[in-house]
């Protein structure tokens, strides 16, 4: 069985802060893990993935995330919050591309 | 190729009628999948094909739900005799499928059964 539990429903930071978005998962196989975005209005767009290539995965607009096997946990973090970053963001897992299992998601909040 | 593209992108309709949605993958994926998304939750999974197979169903899609793929290209979804509670929005999505592909989604279809 397959899930992902996002810590934080919600997360509010000041524009030019640091963001962190929580995410454990629990895979009784390898697991590949992804964060999406959804803007209000808009589709969900992948940020980045992960595949076991590398731990520290680099995704769009200065999003990335670390894999880390030992905490089960596969966390979203950027240096600096943006105005434009405010959106719901989504942490999945999937085995095989069979199914994608979603968290409830994060809502992230910038405050100018 | 612009993406995945669903139609409607909005369908209000009555207690009790039928409703059918389209989804155009994107053209080389010959894996589709359908999700359902409520206020303030994750899109719950549906349904989804490899081809024109029909792979795995979700035990949240009752005997009211229906899914196509005829030719492995476009799919369908059919609600039948709507209910209030099936109001969300229907994404779908495509994927090569295999580990480590991830999947490209559409907008979505709004559904609002008054």
């Known amino acids: 069985a397959q899930s992902v539990t996002q810590l934080d429903s919600h997360v509010s930071v000041s524009e030019g802060t640091p963001v962190l978005l929580r995410c454990n998962y629990s895979?009784?196989?390898?697991?590949?893990l992804f964060w999406y975005v959804q803007h209000p209005n808009k589709g969900l767009q992948l940020l980045l993935k992960?595949?076991?290539?590398?731990?520290l995965v680099k995704g769009i607009n200065g999003f990335e995330a670390e894999f880390k096997k030992s905490e089960t946990s596969f966390h979203l973090t950027k240096p600096s919050a943006h105005m434009s970053d405010a959106a719901e963001y989504f942490c999945?897992?999937?085995?095989?591309?069979?199914?994608?299992?979603f968290g409830t998601g994060t809502s992230l909040t910038v405050i100018p | 190729d612009t993406g995945v593209s669903q139609d409607p992108r909005h369908k209000i309709t009555k207690r009790g009628q039928n409703v059918t949605f389209r989804c155009d993958p994107i053209?080389?994926?010959?894996?589709l999948y359908w999700y359902r998304q409520t206020l303030g939750q994750g899109p719950e999974f549906l349904t989804y094909?490899?081809?024109?197979?029909?792979?795995?169903k979700s035990r949240l899609l009752s005997d009211r739900f229906s899914a196509e793929r005829p030719k492995g290209s476009f799919s369908t979804l059919e609600i039948q005799r709507t209910e209030q509670g099936d109001s969300a929005m229907y994404l779908c999505?495509?994927?090569?499928?295999?580990?480590?592909?991830?999947?490209?989604f559409g907008q979505g279809t709004r559904l609002t059964v008054v």
């Open positions: 992960y595949t076991s290539a590398a731990t």
């Open positions: 999505a495509s994927s090569l499928g295999g580990r480590d592909t991830e999947a490209f």
């Open positions: 999945v897992v999937s085995r095989d591309g069979n199914q994608f299992y």
């Open positions: 053209s080389e994926h010959n894996r």
């Open positions: 895979s009784s196989y390898s697991p590949s």
């Open positions: 094909f490899q081809n024109e197979a029909q792979l795995e």
